[in-house]
């Protein structure tokens, strides 16, 4: 997720908003007159259709971002501090992980996960990863896979802690049918409060209708 400074100054214009409309109507009603519900309900009306309108806008120009193998992909804490990365190194692409046979071809993707900042430990929260064809169909992680490959080289977990300039690598597995073409993989993070902020926030890749940043899978 990397986000754009003008989607962060959007909603916090929202939340100055309807909290001067609040601070409005309770003014209204401890002076002991109606507060004009109406016209406050107006005023939110246009708000909330100007934003939609931005959003939308702003999502529909955006295009994906395909990243080939060794490039970063950031993720930003509190919206703005976008120091940890992850990138794709390598795919091994195998009919078999000792005895165990995938329904297509298991690819082993190996990430490397890491951060730049200066001071900081850091970590991805809750991340999700889903590979998508050129047909558009969705996969998700192999535990039959990702349970063989842990029998003979455990991988590091994806929410391992980083260092300051730290890096490590760690593998994951997806069973993808012999005819999946253009295989990308996409990752998200975050808990499900920061997934409905960045579903509204302004050029925000996780938002509505907003391209997303992939990783190649094939060379």
């Known amino acids: 997720m990397h986000t754009h400074g003008f989607?962060?100054?959007?909603?916090l214009a929202t939340v100055t908003l309807a909290f001067g409309l609040a601070v409005t109507a309770i003014a209204a009603t401890l002076r002991g007159q109606p507060p004009r519900l109406g016209r406050l309900a107006l005023v939110a009306g246009v708000?909330?259709?100007i934003y939609a309108a931005v959003l939308l806008s702003v999502s529909l120009a955006s295009r994906e971002h395909v990243l080939a193998w060794g490039?970063?992909?950031?993720f930003c804490g509190f919206y703005l501090d976008c120091h940890t990365r992850i990138a794709v190194t390598g795919v091994d692409v195998l009919d078999a992980l000792g005895d165990v046979r995938p329904d297509g071809r298991f690819h082993v993707v190996t990430l490397r996960i890491g951060?730049?900042?200066?001071?900081?430990?850091?970590?991805?929260?809750?991340?999700?990863?889903?590979?998508?064809?050129?047909?558009?169909?969705?996969?998700?992680?192999?535990?039959?896979?990702?349970?063989?490959?842990?029998?003979?080289?455990?991988?590091?977990?994806?929410?391992?802690?980083?260092g300051p300039g730290d890096a490590y690598l760690t593998a994951v597995v997806f069973d993808l049918p012999a005819d999946a073409r253009?295989?990308?993989?996409?990752?998200?993070?975050?808990w499900w409060a920061d997934r409905l902020i960045e579903?509204?926030?302004?050029?925000?890749?996780?938002?509505?209708?907003?391209?997303?940043t992939t990783f190649r899978l094939t060379t």
Not at 7 to 11: F, R
Not at 71 to 74: T, V, Y
Not at 182 to 190: D, F, I, K, Y
């Open 7 to 11: 989607g962060i100054l959007m909603i």
């Open 199 to 212: 579903f509204l926030l302004i050029g925000d890749e996780d938002s509505f209708l907003h391209a997303r």
């Open 182 to 190: 253009e295989p990308r993989l996409t990752v998200t993070e975050g």
């Open 47 to 49: 708000w909330a259709v």
């Open 71 to 74: 490039d970063d992909k950031a």
């Open 115 to 162: 951060s730049d900042a200066k001071r900081a430990r850091l970590r991805l929260n809750a991340p999700r990863l889903i590979v998508t064809d050129a047909t558009g169909r969705r996969f998700v992680r192999s535990p039959a896979g990702e349970a063989a490959v842990a029998r003979t080289r455990p991988p590091r977990a994806l929410t391992e802690e980083v």
